[in-house]
Structure formats: C-alpha cells, structure tokens
C-alpha cells in the first residue's frame, strides 16, 4: 500500500521550483526527527538511528548544494547553521535527548518557515503564461533560481 503523504511529497517535488525544493527538504527533516522524539519516548534504539542518520543526511544534501560565491554571508551563515546542527543531532542521538532533538526541531521550523516565505514571494511574482515562450524566451526569462544555481 502506497503511503498517501510519501505520494504527495513526490508530486510537489516533480514541478517544484529550486526554492520549493529546499522547503520540502526541511520539512522532511523535522519530519524525521519528530520520528526520533517518538523513538526515544518508545525506548526504540533503532528507529531513533535510523531517522536521526536520515535527518543527517538531508543536511548534508542542504548544504552540499550551497553556492558559496554567489550564496555570500546567508550561504555562509547556512554552512556554520548546517555544521553547528549536525553536531547537535549527533549529541542528541548519543545521549538519547528529546530536549536537543526538540530544539533542533525548531531551530529548523524557524528555518524552513524563512524558506517558505520565500517561496510564497517567488510564487506571487510568478505571471502566467498563456501562450507557450519560444526556446529563447524560455532559456532567458524563466526567473526561477535553478538548484544548479547553489552548487559549490
């Protein structure tokens, strides 16, 4: 049986903007680490390391996508963020903390609402378009930031 939310996630992300993108991936991980709260809370060891490795993993690909030349001080600020959380997780899941994996939740929540505040600025801007662009109109007007775009 298909899980409903997993459905959903795969149809936002297929036509999403580079933007959208970044806010899924956040709500993934507070997704996992909600889901190692829940594991610590159930004595379950194993469902904690899987969805706190997860969660680190999820920051590795946020921040393995930072353009630091055009990214500036916010792509600088995101990596010391990035690094300062994932060290963070790894004390949590060492001691087995839901007090440090709740901070790390809304240290993320703050984040990601960031994000998505973005995304509602970039979609209200978005004008559509009822006669398809030439080639050219297309490579040069799509006003979209690409996830090429914040590659190192």
């Known amino acids: 049986m298909t899980n409903p939310r997993t459905v959903y996630r795969e149809t936002d ?14 709500e993934q991980a507070i ?19 899987n969805r706190i490795n997860h969660a680190l993993d ?21 990596v010391r963020f990035y690094e300062t959380l994932r ?9 087995g903390s839901r007090e440090k994996l709740s901070q790390q939740i809304t240290d993320l929540l703050t984040l990601r609402e960031a ?7 970039e979609s209200a801007c978005a004008v559509p378009r009822l006669v398809p662009l030439s080639k050219d109109a297309a490579d040069t007007s799509s006003g979209h930031l690409l996830l090429a775009d914040w590659k190192a």
């Open 87 to 95: 060290a963070n997780l790894w004390e949590a899941h060492l001691h």
């Open 13 to 26: 992300g297929r036509g999403a903007t580079a933007v959208r993108l970044v806010v899924l991936l956040y």
């Open 58 to 78: 999820v920051i590795c690909l946020l921040q393995g996508t930072l353009n630091m030349e055009r990214g500036g001080k916010v792509a600088r600020n995101l």
């Open 31 to 49: 997704q996992d680490l909600r889901q190692a709260v829940q594991a610590i809370e159930q004595n379950n060891i194993e469902l904690r390391s």
């Open 115 to 121: 994000w998505a505040e973005v995304d509602r600025a």
